[in-house]
């Protein structure tokens, strides 16, 4: 079994910082990919950022200059550094963990920016 515990949430102020992790935990030999999604109320679940195995990094076109995605392989974890955070970026924010084609998520972590 696989555990996926994401925290860092909280509330922060237009403009502000916040850097959520994600640990995976249980029966991993290897980690394919890791992302985070997330979901705001009345939308669908959105994909924010996801880095490879191999290091090769995306990011949502909504986050690039502002989010920066991380990640360390050795103890299965991934950071995402959310920087000049804006009101759309409110949503709870879900860790994803693509084990060669086995899928597990987190519970989700509450971002919440206000005006």
């Known amino acids: 079994q696989v555990q996926v515990v994401e925290s860092g949430g909280g509330l922060v102020q237009a403009g502000g910082s916040l850097r959520l992790s994600c640990a995976a935990s249980?029966?991993?030999?290897?980690?394919?990919?890791m992302a985070w999604y997330r979901q705001a109320p009345g939308n669908q679940r959105e994909l924010v950022a996801g880095?490879?195995?191999?290091?090769?990094?995306i990011l949502d076109d909504s986050v690039k200059g502002r989010f920066t995605i991380s990640r360390d392989n050795a103890k299965n974890t991934m950071f995402l550094q959310m920087n000049n955070l804006k009101p759309e970026d409110t949503a709870v924010y879900y860790c994803?963990?693509?084990?060669?084609?086995?899928?597990?998520w987190g519970q989700g972590t509450q971002v919440t920016v206000s005006s």
């Open positions: 249980g029966s991993i030999d290897s980690i394919k990919a």
């Open positions: 994803n963990v693509d084990i060669w084609g086995r899928d597990f």
């Open positions: 880095v490879m195995h191999t290091g090769r990094t």
